[in-house]
């Protein structure tokens, strides 16, 4: 069964730094494109970035370019988001996903929450 | 590309056929996924490359469409069927609706 677990979520002060991980369990983790996703309250769905199997290409919303890195360690099954200079406007829901090979999306954590506030 | 899925809410009855559109602002080429959120869970995919259904999602749900125009269609509505349903394309970028919230009337 396919797996995906988000940890590192909670309150952070504007202008600090936080990092997400993702553990992967019951697949090939290193075969598959990873995402992460994010919805702040109420609102919509928000992709936010992208990495490939390998972790050679990686591409970034406009809204978190330059602020937010995304990274993986096959040998450990676990996708990480690190966010720097956060703002409140990334308070919100941030979703872990595995990317098929078509780029939509096959399968969901159940999400972990970052709240920016002073 | 930019999706606006109509309505925005929608009300129905359980046996309703029920449709949602998601309309793109260019040609999506058929690369479109529609997602389920219940409320407090994360999305889970319905229905992509427009027409095709996930394994283990019910029949009674279906994709169709074309060019910027996408329809998902539940045939029968189910009180288990009560979401927010949101489009995705991945055609050019990768972009979600704004979402469409289903409840019953």
């Known amino acids: 069964e396919v797996q995906l677990v988000e940890s590192g979520g909670g309150l952070v002060q504007p202008g600090r730094s936080l990092k997400l991980s993702c553990a992967a369990s019951g697949f090939t983790f290193s075969d598959y494109n990873m995402a992460w996703v994010r919805q702040a309250p109420t609102k919509g769905l928000e992709w936010v970035a992208s990495i490939s199997y390998g972790g050679s290409n990686t591409h970034y919303g406009d809204s978190v370019k330059g602020r937010f890195t995304i990274s993986r360690d096959n040998a450990k099954s676990t996708l990480y988001l690190q966010m720097d200079s956060l703002r409140s406007e990334d308070t919100a829901t941030y979703y872990c996903?595995?990317?098929?090979?078509?780029?939509?999306?096959?399968?969901w954590g159940q999400g972990v929450m970052v709240t920016v506030s002073s | 590309i930019q999706l606006t899925q109509s309505p925005s809410l929608l009300s129905a009855s359980v046996g309703d056929r029920v449709t949602l559109s998601c309309k793109g602002s260019?040609?999506?080429?058929?690369?479109l996924a529609w997602y389920q959120q219940k409320l407090g869970e994360a999305p889970k995919l319905l229905i992509y490359n427009t027409n095709s259904l996930q394994t283990g999602i019910p029949s009674r749900f279906s994709g169709s469409g074309s060019g910027t125009d996408y329809t998902l269609t539940i045939s029968s509505l189910q009180p288990e069927d009560v979401a927010t349903y949101f489009c995705y394309q991945y055609n050019n970028g990768w972009t979600f609706g704004g979402g469409t919230k289903l409840e019953l009337k």
């Open positions: 996903a595995r990317r098929t090979g078509s780029s939509y999306f096959d399968y």
């Open positions: 260019q040609n999506i080429n058929n690369y």
